[in-house]
């Protein structure tokens, strides 16, 4: 009998907290992707949001496709994404646009999905390929033209690439096939994302698919080959928010916004360097952030 | 015999089954899906099995002859530090393993291959050394008692009765190793895991599964592999399969 009232209060307890939780406010999920910059947009607009007296949770560390489809469903309420990924990957647009009306266009097609864009940061991390300083020199290779050239003319360079973009609509093969270059499968090395700049400073491959807000990037001495086609579109951090979310907190764009005015390249790549070369804690140095620009 | 008979008996609604999940994987497109990446998969797989295959052996190298060391009277009082170490060598996940091995030797082919043979060696060392040590006090003092000299008693008496739970621990280990290939992606050395993880990132089932039902199958195909050498290898009077 006593067991029985135990388990009894136990469940009645078990039940009450379940159903008290749903009761108390909505929280807000943050989501985001599985690098640095990520990790740390991810923590920045928690501690932001927490500071604004926002319940968040975060969900942070997936793969893009799964990421947009978690916010799809409404697992996800606000992450920060790229204008070019947005465009290219989940809505299938070919074309090319500039700045602007790439941003109008994503804005425009998520609209309808009941997917809001922010307004877009001024910090474009595009896709870029990187090279040792030192070898790009002694080749000669300053664009992605003349790295094309180079292995069309019988050089052995070894690329690597991380998961998502060597399959990706914006990925490797429609860039090999806009810059007209084919590489073996034995020269494309596929790593996690923060290990192409690993294996490109240690000499094991000669061209990296890199970020262009990366801190590593400098701190290595690496040079970025210059787009010359104009392959890549432009990949503007902005956030991005549920409708229904924004429409249960009036305020929340606003203060995305006023976060997201705050980022720029400088700033984006030397908070990556912070953790990537300093290896300084994510949570410590997005804090850090936000103190000195008086948003907690 | 008579186990055999009752297996038949359920082997008729399995393969009904097996032809059912068929039809239906063929019907919702799956298939096609995933043979869409045919290409990547036979040269994943490749990668794959070689791997598996230079690591594994590796393993099975070196693990032999540290097991059979360790279970020599002269080493007794070390191999009981050394099994403890294994063991808890055992508890480290393999993706910690590999991560190690990445800070020592860096990226790619060469890091992988050390991390699996570690996650491989343990299982092996540990099997080889506890059926060595386990064979009956009795077989050993008959052996001695007619004139054995202790490298003969190991050839003749100690390994033919050890070869039985030996066999065991390289098939677990090769299970593990096989299974644990896909992580070495992480740190560019290849093989399915490239599929596996490049689907999930792009939510992509078809492209993940392509990668983790020819890793399943890999993993099925080996073990059944060692279990045949198994069957063959160890002498019909001490093997329990054969008896």
Redesign the interface.
């Known amino acids: 009998m006593k067991t029985l009232k135990k388990l009894a209060s136990v469940a009645t307890l078990a039940i009450s907290m379940t159903f008290g939780g749903v009761a108390a406010a909505e929280t807000i999920v943050v989501g985001g992707k ?1 690098f640095t910059e990520q990790q740390l947009l991810t923590s920045m607009t928690a501690q932001y949001l927490r500071a604004k007296g926002y319940d968040v949770d975060t969900r942070a560390g997936m ?4 990421l ?2 978690a916010q799809e469903n409404g697992q996800v309420d606000v992450y920060w994404e790229y204008t070019g990924t947005g465009l290219i990957v989940y809505n299938g647009v070919k074309e090319r646009f500039g700045r602007q009306e790439g941003y109008e266009k994503v804005r425009e097609l998520d609209m309808e999905k009941g997917l809001v864009w922010l307004q877009p940061s001024d910090a474009n991390n595009t896709y870029a390929l990187a090279m040792q300083a030192s070898e790009a020199k002694a080749m000669g290779i300053k664009t992605l033209s003349d790295m094309a050239a180079a292995i069309n003319g019988g050089k052995e360079l070894v690329l ?1 690439s991380n ?2 973009w ?3 609509e914006d990925g490797f093969r429609p860039f090999s096939k806009a810059y007209g270059f084919k590489l073996p ?1 034995d020269q494309i ?4 994302s923060g ?1 192409t700049y ?2 490109l400073k ?1 000499g ?1 491959v000669d061209l990296a698919l890199v970020f262009a807000t990366d801190g590593r990037i400098p701190a290595f001495d690496f040079v970025i080959l210059e787009d010359d086609q104009n392959f890549f579109p432009d990949y503007a951090i902005t956030p991005v928010v549920r409708q229904e979310t924004l429409d249960k907190n009036p305020e929340l764009d606003e203060q995305l916004n006023k976060l997201s005015g705050l980022l720029d390249n400088a700033v984006m790549s030397r908070l990556n360097a912070e953790v990537d070369v300093k290896r300084e804690d994510i949570a410590e140095v997005t804090r850090n952030f936000l103190e000195q620009n008086d948003l907690i | 015999m008579k186990k055999l008979k009752y297996s038949s008996l359920f082997q008729f609604p399995v393969l009904i089954g097996a032809l059912l999940l068929g039809v239906y994987l063929q019907r919702s497109g799956l298939i096609d899906g995933m043979l869409f990446y045919w290409e990547d998969v036979v ?1 994943l797989t490749k990668q794959h099995i070689q791997l598996t295959l230079i690591s594994g052996s590796l393993a099975i190298i070196v693990g032999l002859p540290l097991g059979t060391i360790l279970s020599r009277p002269r080493f007794i009082k070390m191999s009981e530090w050394a099994m403890q170490g294994l063991n808890i060598g055992t508890t480290i996940p393999t993706l910690a393993i590999l991560a190690l091995s990445m800070s020592l030797l ?3 082919f060469v890091p992988s291959v050390f991390g699996l043979f570690i996650a491989s060696l343990l299982p092996i060392v540990r099997n080889t050394y506890t059926g060595l040590l386990g064979v009956p006090a009795h077989l050993k003092e008959s052996a001695s008692g007619i004139g054995m000299s202790a490298g003969q008693m190991l050839l003749r008496v100690e390994i033919p009765n050890a070869t039985y739970v030996i066999f065991a621990g390289i098939r677990t280990a090769l299970a593990i190793n096989v299974g644990t290939v896909p992580l070495a ?4 050395g ?1 093989g399915l895991g ?1 599929l596996i ?2 689907g ?5 089932t078809e ?1 993940m599964l392509a990668g983790a039902l020819m890793t399943a199958l890999l993993a099925i195909t080996v073990d059944i592999l060692v279990a045949g050498c198994a069957f063959l290898m160890v002498p019909r009077g001490v093997n329990p399969s054969r008896a």
């Open positions: 599985n793969g893009s496709a799964v947009r489809s690597a998961a998502e060597y399959a990706r499968r090395k596929r790593m996690d290990l690993t294996a240690e094991e | 040269y860096g990226i790619g992606f992480l740190i560019g290849g490239e993880f490049t999930i990132d792009l939510f992509d492209m």
